[in-house]
C-alpha cells in the first residue's frame, strides 16, 4: 500500500479555503459523532436490525458530496449514515429514523438501510448489493432525457464490483453516455472478506477500461483531495455527459455491522488506519493554517449540541401509526 | 434409543459434514461460508475440515455462483449452494427458475440438477422490507424444484442429508431465528424423506397448518388455546413442495378446521395452496372456511411495534381459530 502521512501542506487557496475546510470538518465530525450516537443506542437496544456505521469513510462521502450541486443526485448503500448527512438530511431526522421513529426521514418504515430525503435529493440506501447501480443510472438517464444539468453520484463498496448490477449499470451508463460518477468506496472488506479474496485484480478502477469509461484512484486521507478529484469527475459528466469510475481507498473502523467482531484483521492494521484517520487530519490542518483553537472548539460544543439534540428528538418523538403501512405501499387505493 | 440435543444450526452442520464425508462430490459454497465461519456460523469448521476445495468462499455474485453450482451439478457433482439469505436469491431467480428447474425437461431427462440452494429465509428482525421475503412462496410456485422448511433440529438434519441426496435442486429454507433453537436428535438418525408432515401436537378441535419458524408460534398458540378448551393439532408440513396431502386430509377429517399460518403476503402462496387442496380433497368434512394467518399485505416495515403487527404472532392465530371453531357452534 502506498505510503500516506497526516502531516498535509500548508493551504494556499485563497482565504476562503480555510472556511471551507472547517466547513467540511465539521460535517466529518457530525457524522462520526452521530455514528458513535448510534452505536450507542444500539446496545441500549433502541435501535434495531442491521446498523452499518461509516466511521473511518467519512471524506469520501464529505468530499465527495461538496464537489456537487444542492440538485444533484446520490444514492448508495445500506452504509448511508454519511451520505445522508452529507447530502443535507437532519441530524434529528436521521437519529428518529434510526429510532423507527414517525419524524425520522422515512417515517420509521425503513431503518438504518434505507435513509431516504427526495428534497435534498438523497435517493435513498438500498440492502441489496449491487442493486441500486443500475437504478442510479436510471436518474442519470433522466437527467439526461430532460438535459436539466444534474449529476448522480452512485456509492458502494468493493463488495459489490462482483455483481452483475455493477457491470450492467457501468455498461448502460457508458453506452448511452449518461451524467454519472460511479464511486467505489474500497474500504478493503466486503463483511469479512479482503478484496484480494474477491476479485482477479488489486485494481477497482481497472473495471472501467473494459466499458470505456474514465477512471480514477486514489486514498481518502484528505478531504480537500477528494474534493477536487471528484470534482473533475462531476465535471466530465456535466460538461460532456460522461460517466467516471472512482476508486476510493479508504477504511472502516468498526466492524461490517453492530454483530461483526471484525477478527479477519488484526488491531495492528486498524490502528494503522486509525492513525491515518482523515478527521484527525483535517483537524490537524485547521489548526496548523490558524483557524483557532476557540473557533474549533466552538464548532465542535456546536456539533455535540445538534448530535444530543437529535437523540433527545429521536428519544421523545412519536412512534408512526398503522395507517402508514397501506398509504405507503400503493399511490392511490389499496391494491388487495 | 440415544439422542443429543442439538441446536437448529449444528443439526444443519452435522448433516453437510456427514454427506460430505460419504460423498465426495459433495461441497459448499457461498458468500462467508470459510474464512469467516459462516455469516450465521452454520458452516463453522467446515473449511478446517475439507479445505478450501470443498468449503468455498465466493465474491458477491450470487448468479454467478447459483450459475456455477447448477452447471455442476449437471455434469455430476453435487454442490450445496448457500444464500447469506435467501434475499438474495432474487439476485439468482433466474439461474433457478430458467436453469435449475428446466435442464432436466429441457434435455428430455438427459441430465439431472442435483443441487441443494439453502440459507435463512423470511424475517429476522426489524431488517427492514429489503431483507425480510419469505421466498418459499415465489419458488414453490416452480415445478422442477422441491422446497423444504422445517421447524426442529431432528428436522433440519434429516432433511439435509435427504436433500443432499436428491436428484433433484432442493430449495432448502431455514431461519435465522431458528438457528440457536435446541431439540433432541437421535444419534442414528438418517435420511427423512422428503414431502412428509408431522403431527407436533395431536389435538381435534382445529387443524393448524404451519412450517418454519411458524410452527413454534402455533405450538405457542396451541398451548394458549387449550387453556380455554380448545384443542389444536399442529401438522407441520417440513416439505412444501412435495406437499403432503394426505396428512393434510387427514388431519382436518379428524377435526373438521383448519388455520394455515405462514410468514409472507396472504396473495397466493403456500397458505393458498394448502386451502385450495384442502377444499378440493376434504370439502364434506369441513365445518368452517379455511382460514389463513400470513403477513400483512405490505412491505416490511422497520419500526418495531409495526412489524410485529405485520408478522404472524401467536395472538393472531388464537383469535383466527376462535373464529374458525365458534362458527356453527353460536
Ligand atoms: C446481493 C446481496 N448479497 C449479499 C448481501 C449481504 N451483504 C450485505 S453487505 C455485504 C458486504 C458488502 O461489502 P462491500 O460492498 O465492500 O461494502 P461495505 O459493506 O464494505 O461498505 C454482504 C455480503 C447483500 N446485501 N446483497
Redesign the pocket.
Known sequence: MQERTNDGPPLTQPSGQIDHLAALYRQMFLIRRVEEESARAYALGKIGGFL?LYIGQEAVGVGAVAALRPDDYVIT???DHGMALAKGMSARALMAELYGKATGCSKGLGGSMHLFDVEHNMLGGY????GHIPLAAGVAFASKYRSDGRVTLCF?????VS?GGFHEGLSLAALWKLPIVFVC?N?E???GTPLSRTMSVEDVSMKALGYGIDRDRFFVDDVLEVEKRMAEAVSRARELSLPTLVEVRTY?FRG?SMSDPAKYRTPAELEDHKKRDPLTRARALLEQNGYGAERLAKLEAEVEAEVQDAVKFAEESPEPDPSLLAKTTYDGPFAA | MATRVLRFREALREAMVEEMERDSRVFLMG?EVGHYQGAYKVSEGMLERFGDKRVIDTP?A?SGFAGIGVGAAMVGLRPIIEF?TWN?SA?AFDQILNNAAKVRQMSGGQLTCPIVFRGPNASARQVGSQHSHAMEHFYATVPGVKVVAPAFPKDAKGLMKAAIRDDNPVLYMESETLYSVKGDVPDDLDVIPLGEAQIVRPGVDVTLVSYSRMTHVCVEAAAALEKEGISCEVLDLRSLRPLDEGALVASVKKTHRCVVVHEGWPYGGVGAEVADRVQRLAFDWLDAPILRVSSLDVPMPYNRTLEDLCMPQASRVIATVKKTVSRGRA
Not at chain 1, 127 to 130: A, K, Q, Y
Request: glycine share 14%.
Open positions: 452499518h448503500t445500506y452504509r440492502g441489496i448489493v449491487g458502494f463498496g468493493e463488495g459489490a455483481i468506496e474500504n472488506y466486503a463483511m472502516r461490517h | 458468500e458477491i450470487e447469506m438474495f439476485v
